[in-house]
């Protein structure tokens, strides 16, 4: 094959930390507004656009939240969700793992019932157009209490089904793992599986602290981890998975340039790490332009990009013999 542009794009890949809340364009913002007859404090798709230039995670957060405000009923989420499936599938995307924030909606009264109805017609369509699997991942927001979340996952047991995990995002700072030990090993006994948001602000402890407490069978960002060498050693020995998302740690100011980003040492370090894309339509690419920019910034090499595909499937929730079909294709498009 050609250029490793088209070899990245091409080679099947999985996408395991995407919040499908961060999928949300500015065209959407605003047709969704006009739908719903909200205003905005933005003129134009261009002026909201040049508001994406952020200090750190909280700075991201804000506007973030702000742009959510516009999904209002469940076909929102569906027109929200099939977008994401057509760029993500366009970029190489075989599986995706989808975190959605049901807090963000229910404070504001949209009902439970209508985020994942709206996601999971859009996931089902996926699969069936696109040939696109899936989980969903339920999200807490950190900065809200232990208390609330236990109310979202009271909520969300009906459709358990449906949900693979539980995860853990929001501002990291100050809100340790252990403040949510009890609703994950509730969301244990339910059947779920768990993830957690860890050591992207936060310090190495919050990163053994969600394994020993929450008991996630891999680490969102995690890439502070590298502070802490019995942490690496234990993160190599276990194979705990690194979901790292190099555009979004560079945008939310984790490392100064994406020349400065630990990607490559953590990868040849031994470490199960994953590229994806978090919240794309704020951080400036969807998962290919995430593998792009790492492999030109950093010098990434074809095995490299070989071994950063197959660790994405490695480390998702597939069963196994899924996971040794597509690390057989991955293969076998490197041969060619
Ligand atoms: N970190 C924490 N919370 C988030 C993120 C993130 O990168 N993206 C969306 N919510
Ligand atoms: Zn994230």
Known sequence: MGSMDAFIRAVPKAELHLHIE????????????????????????????????????QSFLDVYYQGASVLRDESDFHALTSAYLRRA????????????????????????EAVIGGIRSALAEGKQTLGITHRLILCFLRHLSAEDAMTTLEQALPHAGAITAVGLDSSEAGHRPAKFASVFARARSEGLLAVAHAGEEGPPE???????????????????????????ARLVRDRVPLTVCPLSNVRLRVFDRMEDHNLKRLLHGGLCVTVN?????Y????????????????????????????????????????KDAWLRRVRELDAD
């Not at 949300?24 to 508001?51: D, G, I, N, T």
């Open 206 to 232: 919050y990163v053994a602290e969600a394994l020993d407490l929450l008991k996630v069978s891999r680490i969102d960002h995690g890439v502070r981890s590298e502070e802490d060498p019995a942490l690496l």
């Open 277 to 281: 894309s978090d919240d794309p339509a």
């Open 22 to 57: 961060g999928t949300l364009e500015p065209e959407m913002v605003f047709e969704l507004a006009r739908k719903h007859h909200l205003s905005l404090h933005y003129s134009s798709v261009e002026a909201l656009r040049q508001a994406y230039c952020f200090a750190d995670l």
């Open 283 to 322: 951080f400036g690419g969807y998962v290919a332009e995430n593998y792009l920019a790492a492999y030109r910034a950093l010098g990434l090499s074809r095995a490299d990009i070989v071994q950063l595909a197959s660790n994405s499937f490695e480390a998702s929730f597939l069963p196994r013999g899924e």
């Open 89 to 112: 599938h366009a970029d190489g995307v075989v599986h995706a793992e989808i975190f959605f924030d049901p807090q963000t909606h229910t404070a504001r009264g949209v009902p439970f």
